[in-house]
C-alpha cells in the first residue's frame, strides 16, 4: 500500500472520529459535515481500491491469457514437430520400401537369368551326353549284330569234326571269342556310362516313383534315347518280351500315380 493511501485512510478515520465527537457535544451540524466528508473519502478510497482489483484482475487475466497462448502455441509446434518427424520418418520408410523392392526386382531378375542360363547349360550339357549315348548305342548294336554273326560262325565251325580241326579253324575260333569278349566289355562300359549320366534323373524319378525297381530305372534311360523294343532288347540281353512286360509295369505305376 503507498504512503498517500494509508494518509487517506487515516484521514477517513480522523475525520469519523471528529463526527462522532461533535455528534456528543451536540454540534449536529459539523458532526453531519464530518461525516459527509468522511462517506466522501471512504468512497474515494473504495473505488480505488475497486480499481486497483480491477487492475489486479484484469493484469492477472492478461497474463493467464498471454500464458496459456504461449502454452497453446508451444503445443501447436509439437504437433508440427511431430508431423515433421512422422513426415520425415514416413518418407524415409517409404523410400526404403521402395529400394527393397527394387533390389529384391534386381535380385529376382538376377537369379532368373542366372537359372535360366544354367538350364541352358545343363540342357545343352544333357542333349550332348544324351546324343554321345545314343552314338554309343548304336555302335554296341553295330557290335552286337558283328557278335550275332561270330556266334553263327561260331557254331557253323563246332558242328564240323572238332577232333579233325585244321589249325587256322583253332585260329578263327579263338579270334571270334575274343571278339565277344570285347562286345561284352562295350556293353559293360555302356551300362555303366548310362547309370553314371543319369544318377540326377534316377533321383527325380525315385522322389516321384519310389517303388521303381532298378530295371525300370535302367530302361527309363534307354527310352529316354528313343531306343525301340528290339534295339533295347539287344543291348540289355533280354527278350522283346521281358522289355515290354518292364514298360508296361512302368506304365501302370504312373496310371497309378496320377490317378492319386
Same mark, same amino acid.
Given at each position: 500500500?503507498?504512503?498517500?493511501?494509508?494518509?487517506?485512510?487515516?484521514?477517513?478515520?480522523?475525520?469519523?472520529?471528529?463526527?462522532?465527537?461533535?455528534?456528543?457535544?451536540?454540534?449536529?451540524?459539523?458532526?453531519?459535515?464530518?461525516?459527509?466528508?468522511?462517506?466522501?473519502?471512504?468512497?474515494?478510497?473504495?473505488?480505488?481500491?475497486?480499481?486497483?482489483?480491477?487492475?489486479?484482475?484484469?493484469?492477472?487475466?492478461?497474463?493467464?491469457?498471454?500464458?496459456?497462448?504461449?502454452?497453446?502455441?508451444?503445443?501447436?509446434?509439437?504437433?508440427?514437430?511431430?508431423?515433421?518427424?512422422?513426415?520425415?520418418?514416413?518418407?524415409?520408410?517409404?523410400?526404403?520400401?521402395?529400394?527393397?523392392?527394387?533390389?529384391?526386382?534386381?535380385?529376382?531378375?538376377?537369379?532368373?537369368?542366372?537359372?535360366?542360363?544354367?538350364?541352358?547349360?545343363?540342357?545343352? @550339357?544333357? +542333349?550332348?551326353? =544324351? !546324343?554321345?549315348? #545314343?552314338?554309343?548305342?548304336?555302335?554296341?548294336? $553295330? &557290335?552286337?549284330?558283328? *557278335?550275332?554273326?561270330?556266334?553263327?560262325?561260331?557254331?557253323?565251325?563246332?558242328?564240323?569234326?572238332?577232333?579233325?580241326?585244321?589249325?587256322?579253324?583253332?585260329?578263327?575260333?579263338?579270334?571270334?571269342?575274343?571278339?565277344?569278349?570285347?562286345?561284352?566289355? @562295350?556293353? +559293360?562300359?555302356? =551300362? !555303366?556310362?548310362? #547309370?553314371?549320366?543319369?544318377?540326377?534323373?534316377? $533321383? &527325380?524319378?525315385?522322389? *516321384?516313383?519310389?517303388?521303381?525297381?532298378?530295371?525300370?530305372?535302367?530302361?527309363?534311360?534307354?527310352?529316354?534315347?528313343?531306343?525301340?523294343?528290339?534295339?533295347?532288347?539287344?543291348?540289355?540281353?533280354?527278350?522283346?518280351?521281358?522289355?515290354?512286360?518292364?514298360?508296361?509295369?512302368?506304365?501302370? !505305376?504312373?496310371?497309378?500315380?496320377?490317378?492319386?
Amino acid at each position: 500500500m503507498s504512503r498517500d493511501q494509508k494518509l487517506r485512510n487515516e484521514e477517513s478515520l480522523i475525520l469519523e472520529r471528529l463526527s462522532w465527537l461533535k455528534r456528543d457535544q451536540k454540534d449536529f451540524e459539523k458532526a453531519y459535515q464530518y461525516i459527509e466528508s468522511y462517506h466522501a473519502l471512504s468512497d474515494s478510497l473504495m473505488n480505488d481500491k475497486i480499481r486497483k482489483e480491477s487492475a489486479e484482475l484484469l493484469e492477472k487475466y492478461e497474463s493467464e491469457k498471454k500464458t496459456n497462448e504461449i502454452l497453446v502455441l508451444n503445443a501447436e509446434k509439437q504437433r508440427f514437430q511431430f508431423f515433421v518427424v512422422f513426415l520425415v520418418v514416413g518418407i524415409l520408410v517409404l523410400i526404403l520400401i521402395i529400394l527393397w523392392i527394387e533390389f529384391a526386382r534386381r535380385k529376382a531378375k538376377f537369379v532368373n537369368a542366372l537359372i535360366k542360363k544354367e538350364k541352358i547349360t545343363l540342357e545343352k @550339357l544333357i +542333349e550332348t551326353k =544324351d !546324343k554321345e549315348l #545314343t552314338l554309343h548305342a548304336a555302335q554296341v548294336l $553295330r &557290335i552286337q549284330g558283328e *557278335i550275332e554273326k561270330v556266334k553263327n560262325g561260331f557254331w557253323e565251325i563246332i558242328h564240323q569234326e572238332i577232333p579233325n580241326l585244321e589249325q587256322s579253324k583253332k585260329i578263327q575260333i579263338e579270334s571270334l571269342i575274343e571278339f565277344k569278349e570285347i562286345g561284352t566289355e @562295350l556293353l +559293360e562300359d555302356f =551300362d !555303366k556310362r548310362i #547309370t553314371q549320366s543319369n544318377e540326377d534323373f534316377f $533321383r &527325380i524319378l525315385l522322389s *516321384i516313383y519310389p517303388d521303381l525297381k532298378p530295371s525300370e530305372l535302367k530302361l527309363c534311360a534307354y527310352l529316354r534315347l528313343n531306343l525301340s523294343t528290339k534295339e533295347m532288347s539287344d543291348i540289355l540281353n533280354k527278350s522283346a518280351r521281358t522289355i515290354e512286360t518292364i514298360r508296361f509295369s512302368i506304365r501302370k !505305376k504312373n496310371e497309378s500315380f496320377n490317378n492319386r
